[in-house]
Structure formats: C-alpha cells, structure tokens
C-alpha cells in the first residue's frame, strides 16, 4: 500500500540554524501540506502546497518557513533560523484531487536546543 | 472560524469495555468529518470518515456517525482491546480553498488488560 515517507525521523539542531524537513508524498496525489504538534498539543496546520505553489499559510508559517517540490517526489519544509519553539513533531500529509481524506507520513521530531 | 471540540482525556478502560469519545464540530456548511489515530511513536492514521450527514464511518470496529442536527461526530466502539491504546483526533476539513484539516485536542485511550 503506498504510503507518505518523511526523513529524518528525528533532527537535533542548535538555534539559528536552518533545517529542512523532507517527505515524499504519496505518488499520484496533488495535493501535499505540512502540519506540526508541538508536545502535549493538538495538531496544527502549517501550509498547503498545490500544482508548485503554495495555496494557503497558517500565521504560524512565516518568513522563516519555505517549502518547495524540488523535483517529481520530494516535498521538502525549510526553517531558515530554527528558535527554540520550532521543537515540535512535524508531519506532511498528502491527498488525491478527489476526496478530502489525507495521509500522513510518520513525522520527523525536531528538536531545537 | 472552523474549530472541533473533543472530549479531554485521559481515558482508562477495561477491556472490553464500551467506548465513546465525544466530538462536536463548528463549520459553516457540512465538512467531511475524520477520526485519526495515533499509535504510540507513529504517525496519523486515518480510522474513518463521513463525508455527509448522517453517513456511518466503521473501521476496526469503530464506529461514528455524522449527525449535523447536534454536529457531533462522536467515536464508538463495543470492546476495547489493549491493543486500540493510542491517542484519537476528531478533524474536519476546513472551508478554506486547500482543504486543509482542522484537529481536535486529541483524547489519550489507555485498555487495561
């Protein structure tokens, strides 16, 4: 069964450091976003991404996130100067055209210190 | 704005027991509605969905119907098992062009053998 993967599965870095997050999304879908959970949390929206742009932002998506689909597969999230409060789980999900229902890749922890 | 309320948690059973996790939902119109689980150290799973009212989502056993007279969307099931452990999130799509999903706080599920 296809399924959304998501590397590195966990990611140290200092602040003020950049990371990028990478996924690959499930292969005939269009429709591809970035959530994150910071511990103990609910699940919050990041930003959408559609046909190589991106459709919609969160506030919590500011000038220090990018994202870009680099190539045919990948789905790659950016945080330009990672804070401390970047510290959270953060998950890519992927959808099809038709149908609302979205799958989600394992997650990559990121931890800030 | 789109928001989804769900039962605080922790909830402890034993198995066996009968389950119900309580989800109310704000929307204008009428979201496809998701139940998603958790496994301890994994990522989102998608249990069921509805995409209409009054539609029936059943996997594994559990079930939640869409009742858009009390937007409620409420996960049910007859006979826990240790094995349905986990944390579940209630989650809508939301009126905004990408789709993308609002959650639920999430309600911790703990079976005791």
């Known amino acids: 069964e296809p399924e959304v993967t998501q590397t590195p599965s966990h990611q140290v870095t200092q602040m003020g450091q950049e990371v990028i997050l990478r996924c690959v999304p499930i292969?005939?879908?269009?429709?591809f976003y970035w959530y994150r959970q910071i511990l103990g949390q609910k699940v919050e929206f990041l930003v959408s991404?559609?046909?190589?742009?991106?459709?919609?932002k969160s506030e919590i998506f500011d000038d220090q996130f990018s994202v870009e689909r680099p190539d045919g597969s990948n789905f790659t999230l950016k945080i330009r100067s990672t804070k401390l409060e970047d510290s959270a789980m953060y998950f890519c999900?992927?959808?099809?055209?038709?149908?609302?229902?979205?799958?989600f890749g394992p997650g990559t922890r990121l931890t800030v210190t | 704005g789109d928001s989804v309320t769900q039962m605080e948690g922790p909830v402890t059973l034993s198995e066996e027991a009968f389950l119900t996790i309580n989800c109310t939902y704000t929307?204008?119109?009428?979201?496809?509605l998701f139940w998603y689980v958790q496994y301890p150290g994994e990522g989102l799973q998608l249990l069921l969905k509805?995409?209409?009212?009054?539609d029936k989502g059943s996997n594994k056993g559990f079930e939640a119907t869409y009742r858009k007279e009390t937007t409620s969307f409420h996960l049910e099931k007859g006979s826990v098992q240790v094995s349905d452990s986990a944390v579940y999130f209630c989650?809508?799509?939301?009126?905004?062009?990408?789709?993308?999903?609002?959650f639920g706080s999430g309600t911790q599920l703990t079976v005791l053998p």
């Open positions: 999900a992927s959808r099809e055209g038709s149908g609302y229902e979205q799958y």
């Open positions: 292969s005939n879908h269009l429709y």
């Open positions: 991404f559609y046909n190589n742009e991106i459709s919609e």
């Open positions: 989650a809508q799509v939301s009126s905004g062009s990408a789709r993308q999903l609002t």
């Open positions: 509805a995409t209409k009212a009054d």
């Open positions: 929307a204008t119109g009428y979201p496809s």
